[in-house]
């Protein structure tokens, strides 16, 4: 199975030359130190940044310089910074190629929920609201089981939605899957995880058709 840099890795193959990418917090958040070399990409985050770079190095942190999940980063050749507003209308324009996203739970009907769960305080679904209401291409971050070995990824999400119908494509620490209107297409597996493994820790509609690779990370 995959960690979460693995996770992140795999992601990273997705995003094109010449892409603009929303970045979420969580896993999404390290897919910018993974980019191939050779891949010009601008990667925005909703608190008003477009040009993101990896992580700092430890000691090399500028505190004034976040991302939208309040954790310092470092910014490319060129970069902006900007009022949410008008972070708000690249995405709600739809001048976003991708955005990456973490999720509690999933639908086979590519439903997302990845803002609440009942009975804990939070101040809102933020940001993610608009991104899955705006974006066109969203791939989904995500462990494919919860702590008790349940799955993530279901015929129906349990907890309350983030968006409808909008999810594209999830990657797990077991697998890489389309959304489709039949449910998860399978296209990959993790290293050393057979489709048996996937089978039985995928409760939505999962669609197996051939031999399925490995993925390379």
Request: aromatic share 6%; with cysteine; net charge negative.
């Amino acid at each position: 199975m995959l960690d979460k840099i693995g996770i992140a890795k795999r992601i990273a193959q997705e995003v094109k030359n010449g892409y603009y990418v929303n970045l979420g917090i969580g896993i999404p958040t390290l897919v910018a130190n993974y980019v191939p070399q050779g891949i010009d990409v601008e990667f925005q985050s909703e608190n008003g940044v477009l040009g993101m770079g990896p992580f700092p190095f430890e000691g090399e942190e500028d505190a004034d310089v976040i991302n939208a999940g309040k954790q310092t980063i470092t910014t490319l050749p060129g970069a902006s910074f900007f009022d949410s507003s008008m972070s708000f209308g690249m995405i709600r324009g739809q001048h976003v190629d991708l955005t990456i996203l973490g999720a509690m739970e999933v639908a086979e009907n590519g439903d997302i929920a990845n803002w609440k769960i009942p009975g804990k305080m939070v101040k809102g679904m933020g940001g993610a609201m608009d991104l899955v209401a705006s974006a066109e291409n969203i791939i989904v971050a995500m462990m494919h089981t919860n702590r008790a070995g349940a799955s993530k990824l279901l015929k129906r999400c349990s907890l309350p939605l983030t968006g409808v119908n909008c999810i594209t494509k999830v990657v797990t620490n077991m697998a890489v899957m389309d959304v489709t209107d039949k449910g998860f297409v399978l296209l990959e597996r993790a290293p050393g995880v057979t489709v048996e493994d996937i089978k039985a820790a995928t409760e939505g509609n999962l669609i197996v058709e051939g031999d399925i690779p490995e993925m390379v990370i």
